[in-house]
């Protein structure tokens, strides 16, 4: 949706989002190739024009790949290299020549779907393309998502942190309750600590986008703070529910399971990491 609402025609938000936002089309956006990661930019998915002039159609070819909910979707928007650099195409996925199979078995994230997405020859009219030219395009979505992620990993520590306190209470081992131990306690003050820092730093950053002022930079901080603290937080708590955490009846492994794929889309740690140090440094470490 934020594709189409930030560079989409009047016409394409017209017919996509209402049914979107009212959860009638689902959507999916494709940018991730298997061989162009952290490095779109070397994406090979490519749209030709059939034609010339400013109203002939696009033809897409490619592979993308670790698409979300991509073949239950209404509507893809494809990130393609062109001879004028990368554009997006809002993409009927009922088009000829789009195919969507999931990728499976996954050992993360296993309550959503990614797929890998062929596009053979997809026929799209001019008004398909979205109003934006180059990486601007699809890295302005993902500072959205992004943006949603510092909240979301510490709702995910959260959770695994109560469920790890409730139970260091309840759990008696040589007598008295986990809780009791200095030990235990230190694990839980340093995820405490870690999850009101974690919310502290969304909430400015919330200011922040209220306020028109977040930069890009400043996203990689929390989504590198948050994501990684949330790791290690759920890993804590995990320890703390020994034997029993590993089965489905707690929810700190699961969080740490799924926050492994969450530390690698919407950039890597790595990536924010090298984002962070060209701006702290001046200079760019990747292209
Ligand atoms: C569950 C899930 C859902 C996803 N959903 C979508 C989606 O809906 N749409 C979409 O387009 N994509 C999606 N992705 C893809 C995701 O954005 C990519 O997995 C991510 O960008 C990393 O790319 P990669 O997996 O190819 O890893 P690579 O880019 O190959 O990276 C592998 C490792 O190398 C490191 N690395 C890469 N470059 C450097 C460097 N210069 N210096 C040091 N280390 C480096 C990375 O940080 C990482 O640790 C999803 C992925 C997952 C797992």
Known sequence: MSAIHKHGSEEQKTEWLPQMAAGEAIGCFGLTEPTAGSDPGAMTTYARRDGSGATADWVITGTKRWIGLANVAKVAVIWAMTDDGVRGFVVPTATP?????????????????????????VRVPASAALDVIGLKGPFSCLNEARYGIIWGSMGAARDAFEDALAYSKERLQFGRPLAGYQL????????????????????????????????????????????????????????????????????????????????????????????LGQKLTGEAAFR
């Open 184 to 275: 235990t306690q230190a694990k839980l003050v340093d995820m405490a600590l870690e999850i009101n820092k974690g919310f502290l730093l969304a909430l400015q950053l919330g200011r922040l986008k209220d306020a028109g002022t977040l930069v890009h930079h400043q996203i990689s901080v929390g989504k590198l703070n948050n994501c990684r603290e949330a790791i290690e937080i759920a890993r804590e708590a995990r320890s703390i529910l020994g034997g029993n955490g590993i089965t489905l009846d707690y929810s700190p492994l699961r969080h740490a399971n799924n926050l492994e794929s969450v530390r690698t889309y919407e950039g890597t740690d790595e990536v924010h990491t090298l984002i």
């Open 97 to 121: 020549g789009y195919t969507a199979t999931p990728i499976e078995p996954k050992l993360s994230m296993r309550a959503s779907i990614q797929c890998e997405i062929e596009l053979d020859e």
